[in-house]
């Protein structure tokens, strides 16, 4: 049974006992991302997640390195448009001290002048790798589409220019005031005792808080402050638009925004749905598209669930010459789930992938760390692996049909086709209504 404690300091600790594993995971994570910057701001939860490598008031970079890797564990992070994190996964025999190292990453990073040139540097690189993904490039132009003038909307990286822009002293202010233990969940899962764990982790913190209040400046801010951020409902919008690329193939994207789901359950629901429409090899819009028509070679649905919505993704690459006939089926395949809903057979084929998939979950730690996160944020609250099979053997094949046709079938999206297009034919189709750049 997974427990979850808050601090005095504020801190969400949050632990996964899994007595047969070798391997401990732990994340740290700050429930603030992209979607909360300023303009003026635009990068840094993706530097800062960069910054976190490259030194603390303990150890140099390669230090940091050393302290995960020598055990054959590995350290990482990410930036999203809601969360960042950093986590790693150790044997565990030395996850104590590998989590004390990632907490000072997390709240005593010291942002060494040196690294933070060479690494907008490679940041800059990163961002212009993009430009030759022609598959992420779509993303990123299809989502400022959906929701223009909208920081959720913009890439997360932010663009080269304003990556160029960021001062070194205004991006470690701001990490001080954000990155800061009040506004943390410190997630762990492996071969631990929980209130054990619990009870460790929360002397380190202190340990943490101690050594930052030494340094001159104070690395930690006073308790209750708040991050001068907010989150408001995205508001799509509903197109067909294309930008034209000299490119061997042409990526369209289908999105739908929706309710977020109301609980475990009401997710699981869309996660049977997703993988009934596109989200496997036995999907109908990977065996209608790509095996009985070979009308492309890769083609998947997606659901993606943000802090304040959700959302529906189809992508699909086709060759200029298919991509009319591969838009045919799809959208035959989507309004038509309304007179051919998904069968018994088809929801009993995904209802067992998903079962199937949260019990191989049971054995992996990393996996088990971020899904007590993402609970945590999603619903406030924390599940079991066994309670979450519990919840998906009380969900039947009328509310999962009815649902599916309500989310995909019945709502409004917004398509994006990139790449090299019969202009004319898709036009008279009457997917595409303008070029759009």
């Known amino acids: ?51 976190l490598f490259k030194g603390t008031h303990s150890h140099d970079a390669r230090e940091l390195a050393r302290i995960f890797e020598r055990s054959g564990g590995f350290v990482n992070a990410f930036s999203e448009r809601s969360v ?28 060494p002048e ?59 202010s701001f990490y001080t005031r954000v990155f800061n233990p009040e506004h943390a969940l410190i997630s762990i899962a492996g071969s631990i005792d929980e209130s054990e764990a619990i009870a460790r982790i929360e002397r380190m913190l202190e340990q943490v808080l101690l050594r930052g209040k030494r340094v001159d400046p ?6 209750h402050t708040p991050p001068a951020m907010s989150i408001d409902i995205a508001r799509p919008q509903h197109f067909a638009l294309y930008e034209k690329k000299p490119l061997a193939l042409s990526y369209a994207i289908q999105g739908t925004q929706t309710q977020s789901p109301r ?37 998947y649905s997606s659901f993606e669930t943000e802090v304040a919505e959700s959302l529906w993704i189809v992508h699909l690459q086709a060759p200029k010459k298919l991509l009319p006939a591969a838009l045919d089926l799809l959208e035959e395949e989507t309004l038509g789930l309304v007179r051919n ?49 519990a919840w998906m053997t009380s969900i039947g094949y009328d509310e ?7 989310q995909i079938a019945s709502s409004s999206s917004a398509r994006f086709i990139f790449g090299d297009i019969p202009e004319r034919e898709m036009k008279k189709r009457g997917y595409l209504e303008s070029e759009n750049f």
């Open 1 to 51: 049974m997974s427990m979850l404690r808050r601090l005095a300091v504020g801190t969400v600790l949050a632990a996964d006992s899994m007595p047969a594993a070798s391997s401990v995971s732990i994340g740290v994570w700050i429930p603030f991302g992209s979607r909360c910057e300023k303009p003026q701001q635009r990068g840094f939860f993706h530097f800062i997640e960069h910054m």
């Open 263 to 299: 609980d475990s359950r009401d997710y699981l629901i869309r996660a049977i749905i997703n993988e009934m429409w596109g989200g496997s090899t036995i999907s109908r819009l990977f065996q209608r598209i790509r095996e009985d028509r070979g009308l492309c070679y890769t083609v």
């Open 400 to 406: 999962t049909v009815e649902l599916s046709v309500q």
């Open 218 to 223: 104070p690395i930690i801010p006073s308790p």
């Open 114 to 172: 040196h690294e933070f040139q060479k690494e907008k540097a490679v940041i800059v690189s990163e961002i212009l790798q993009t430009d030759d993904d022609p598959e992420e490039l779509a993303h990123e132009h299809f989502f400022l589409r959906f929701w223009p003038g909208q920081t959720v909307g913009l890439p997360i990286a932010g663009r080269v220019d304003e990556v160029q822009a960021i001062v070194h002293d205004e991006l470690f």
């Open 341 to 389: 809903p998904f069968s018994q057979s088809e929801f009993e084929d995904a209802h067992n992938r998903v079962r199937g998939l949260i019990t191989l979950s049971m054995d992996d730690s990393e996996y088990r760390q971020r899904r007590m996160a993402r609970q945590f944020f999603a619903h406030n609250r924390l599940e079991s692996v066994e309670e979450e099979l």
């Open 84 to 111: 960042t994190c950093v986590h790693c996964t150790v044997p565990a025999d030395v996850w104590q001290q590998s989590c004390e190292s990632l907490l000072e990453m997390a709240f005593l990073s010291s942002f």
